[in-house]
């Protein structure tokens, strides 16, 4: 007891001395924050020390996640459809909330709706209804972007293969390629450019080029502009019949 308390004493008169030293190089203050117990060397009730705690296992904010990365947006594609859009690749929008073309004031389903392709106040909430009205979505490439710029020849090229095995499968009978700039990046940069029928075919399945919804097409700006091309493309599918493939079977991969 006597050498257990004598070591005890100079241990007390070294840490003394230390403080002593600490405040004077330190003062009052810097020597009350450096004695300041270290919260994540302290045991939470279930007597984890806070350090040990795995920040993955902490809560996250509401909205965040741990992958921050876009979904991928599923296609809209039924059985022979009357038309099959396709568009050139999701926004970031669409691919957050889950449907197409939901860009805040991205006028496509108004127009599919005055060309009397959908019913009036359709959305892309109900973008899921399509194959039941005869319609199929679909973009030429799965990722999404802020802007189509971001797309690597690469990802164009491996694009029109899937989009030609898509097309095959399913049948249309009009792909409708929304805008050119979709249309010339499956057939190449020499298609002829503009809106309308076009004279190639994909399988037995017509072509026709309808304007960019967009604000910033600067060929078609306004909405009855871009309105006159939908409805030209409802008369054109009514008139083509689905597409047949060779001998009446199904197309494999």
Do not use: Q
């Not at 009052?28 to 004695?35: F, K, M, N, Q, V």
């Not at 947006?73 to 926004?91: C, H, K, M, Q, Y």
């Not at 694009?159 to 898509?166: D, S, T």
């Not at 249309?183 to 309308?196: D, I, K, N």
Request: glycine share 12%.
């Amino acid at each position: 007891m006597i050498r257990d308390a004598a070591v005890l004493g100079k241990a007390g008169c070294v840490l003394s001395l230390r403080e002593n030293l600490a405040e004077i190089y330190l003062g009052p203050r810097g020597l009350s924050r450096a004695l300041a117990p270290d919260p994540s060397m302290m045991p939470s009730a279930g007597g984890v020390l806070e350090r040990d705690v795995d920040r993955r296992d902490r809560p996250r904010p509401p909205g965040k996640s741990r992958d921050a990365r876009p979904r991928r947006l599923a296609d809209r594609i039924g059985a022979r459809p009357r038309i099959l859009f396709v568009g050139i690749n999701p926004s970031l929008r669409s691919a957050e909330v889950g449907h197409h073309f939901a860009g805040p004031g991205n006028p496509f389903w108004r127009l599919l709706a005055a060309a009397d392709l959908v019913p009036e106040g359709f959305s892309f909430a109900a973008d899921g209804g399509l194959p039941a009205l005869g319609l199929g979505l679909t973009n030429i490439v799965p990722r999404a972007t802020r802007a189509a710029a971001e797309l690597t020849p690469a990802e164009y090229a491996e694009g029109r293969r899937i989009l030609a095995r898509k097309i095959g499968r399913a049948r249309p009978a009009v792909v409708a390629f929304v805008g050119v700039t979709v249309y010339r990046r499956f057939f190449g940069p020499g298609a002829a450019g503009g809106s309308g029928p076009k004279p190639e075919r994909i399988g037995a399945a017509r072509v026709f080029v309808v304007p960019n919804p967009s604000g910033r097409n600067a060929a078609y700006p306004g909405f009855d502009d871009k309105l006159v091309w939908y409805r030209r493309l409802a008369h054109y599918a009514a008139e083509a019949r689905p597409a047949e493939s060779p001998g009446g079977e199904e197309p494999r991969d």
